[in-house]
C-alpha cells in the first residue's frame, strides 16, 4: 500500500468510527462556520457536494441559503467524468442516486462551467493548514479545478483530525485556500 493509501484506510476507519449523533453535531457546527466566512456569504455561484454517509452533511448550510439568491452547483456524473450543475430548488426533491450511490443533480439539470464557480466547499480524507488534499484517489475534484477561476475560494472541510501536518502531493494536485475543520468530540 502507497502511503496515500495507508493514509486514506486510517481516515476512513476514523470516520467510521465516529457516532451519528457526533456526526450531526459536527455538521451543524461546519455549517455554521461556513456561513461566516465572506467567501460563501459573497458567493453567487457555491459549489456543494452531497455528502455520503460518512461525510460532512451540508444539508443545514444548503437549508439556510434556500432563500437567498446564490446558486448552487453540485458534481454529476455523465457517464465520463464528473461535472457541476445547477442544484435549482436547494430542497433535495430533484436529486438522484448517481452511479455511486450519491445524491446528484438529475441529467436534466443545466451544467455550470467550473469557471463560473466563486467559492467551493470540498470534502477529502486529510488536510494541511497550507492547503493541500487528500481525496478518494479518483482525482475528480484535481479535475474540476483545474477548469475552475484562479480567484475562487477553495475551501476544504473535514474532522479535526483530517488536518494532519503534510501529505505527499504531486504536481496535479490542487491546492486549498483555506481548511475549516471541526471537532470530532
Request: with cysteine; net charge neutral; aromatic share 6%.
Amino acid at each position: 500500500m502507497s502511503t496515500k493509501d495507508e493514509l486514506r484506510a486510517v481516515m476512513r476507519a476514523r470516520r467510521r468510527g465516529l457516532s451519528p449523533d457526533m456526526r450531526k453535531q459536527a455538521a451543524a457546527s461546519l455549517c455554521a462556520k461556513l456561513l461566516r466566512l465572506d467567501e460563501v456569504k459573497n458567493a453567487r455561484v457555491l459549489a456543494v457536494y452531497l455528502a455520503t454517509p460518512q461525510e460532512l452533511d451540508l444539508a443545514p448550510l444548503v437549508a439556510a441559503l434556500r432563500d437567498s439568491p446564490v446558486r448552487l452547483v453540485a458534481p454529476r456524473w455523465n457517464g465520463c467524468a464528473y461535472e457541476l450543475a445547477e442544484w435549482a430548488s436547494k430542497d433535495g426533491g430533484e436529486l438522484r442516486p448517481g452511479p455511486m450511490s450519491i445524491l446528484e443533480p438529475p441529467s436534466t439539470a443545466r451544467g455550470v462551467s467550473p469557471s463560473a464557480v466563486d467559492a467551493w466547499i470540498i470534502p477529502g480524507l486529510a488536510f494541511t493548514r497550507e492547503g493541500a488534499r487528500l481525496g478518494y484517489g479518483g482525482g475528480w475534484y484535481d479535475r474540476l479545478l483545474a477548469e475552475s477561476a484562479p480567484e475562487a475560494a477553495r475551501i476544504g472541510v473535514g474532522y479535526d483530525f483530517q488536518v494532519v501536518e503534510e501529505l505527499p502531493l504531486e504536481p496535479h494536485d490542487s491546492r486549498l485556500t483555506q481548511v475549516v475543520a471541526v471537532a470530532s468530540k
